[in-house]
Structures are given as C-alpha cells and as structure tokens.
C-alpha cells in the first residue's frame, strides 16, 4: 500500500501553488505549469543552484528556486520587475564573459542562453563590457568538440557524467575568470568520453560548448526547437496554452534582434 504524500500550500505572486514535502519551489511551480527561467538546472540531474536565473525572493530575501525548498505559506516573488531585471543582467553578464557569436553557432536556435535572452527581453547585450576571453577549444576526439568559448559553466556535463555516466569526463578548473571546463586527460580524446554518454546528449549542454560533429545544423531555421515555442513553453502548456510569456516586466525599450 503506498501513500500519497500530504500537500501544502506555497503562495507564488500571491498564487497558491500546492507541494509535497521534498520538492522545492521550482519543482511545485513546474508541477502547476508555472516556468521559473534557468539555466543550470534540468529535469534529471541534482540540481546545483549556481547560474542563479531562477532567483526569486522568499521573506525578502533572494534564493534559488531551484533549490529552495518548498515550505507550507512560503510567500515567494517571482514575476516582478525587480526579479525581472535581476535575471536579464545575470543572463546579460554570461553574454559579455564569453564568446558567444550566435549567427554562426551550430546551437543557434536550440541554445537555451539564447533562447532565454528572447524570453527576458534581451536584444542587446551593451549594458557590460565584453571581456573576450581567450579559450581553447579542443577538437581531439573524433566524435566530441568542446568549445570554452561558449561555455555558462552551467555544470551540467559535470553532473551527467559523473551521475548518470558514471564516468568524470568533465571537472571545473581554475577560479573567478579563470575558471573553465577541463577534463579527465591531457585533452578530449585522452578520456573515456563517448559520444553516446548522456553528457553528450542535446539534452545536457544548454549552449554550443559541446559539440557533437558530423552532425551539425540539423534542423533548418524554423524548425529548430526554440522556433516554434520560447523556452519554458513546454511548463507552462500544461496550463495555459496562450501563456503570455512577456511577463509583467518583459517589455522594455530593447527591440528583438
Ligand atoms: Fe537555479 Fe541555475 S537554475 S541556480
């Protein structure tokens, strides 16, 4: 005989959303069809709260709701201007720390930095200056190219190898600026990497970092997965399917691309 977990109730914006003891406010949210914008965190890895896009705010205070726990009566902000523009300087700031030349990127169109630029309203990274980095890119393995250029340090091919591969193709290296996405050998081709790993899946790595060659631009434009739907579409369809995804504050004086 099982039993069912007992609910309780969290308050998003003012709206009850219902929870079982052990989700966090992102997984109650995501369960209501109710999208918190991320980008370090996906569905089948621990999350490891580290991009900070999915801020929102508890008792006043800023939290990850990707890992915050969801607590009954929490009172969490998360649609307002304030978040809002939390999230677009943070996603603005991984534009300007690496190289990311979206019309020639093989990931254009599926990138989800991109596509969460669109979502946040972002049309022009200036607000920074961009450091432009000098980053290796390691084409040594015949199947797998790793480009540092484009990497957010989202982590998630750290945990999909290490959790779900069983393997640590991938580590970070190095601190503040400096830091990056080293592997387990002198380059990519010294490691027991494979390209049927799920570190190497289209799943895992949210920009154009990882590459799988032999295999790129297979979608035409238009039909790439952020053409038809913005990010988070897939959340909020289970409850409304003409979510306006603009949010309160998403229109400002930027223009799309
Ligand atoms: Fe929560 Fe990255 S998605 S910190």
Redesign the pocket.
Known sequence: MTTKAKTFTIYVDGEAVQAVPGQTI?DACDEAGGY??????VEGLV?????????VKVNGRTV????QPAEPDLQVEHETREIHSYRKDLVRMLFHEGNHLCPICEASGRCELQAMAYRLGISQATKYPYLQPVRPVDASHPDIALDNNRCIL?GRCIRASRDVDGKNVFEYIGRGIDKHIGVNGANLAATDADIDDYAMSLDVCPVGCIIRKKEGFFNPVGDRQFDRHPIGWEIESKRIPTTDISGPAGSDQEVKP
């Open positions: 992102m918190i914008p991320r980008l370090c965190d999350p490891q709260g580290s991009c900070r896009i999915c801020t990850a709701a990707c890992t989202c």
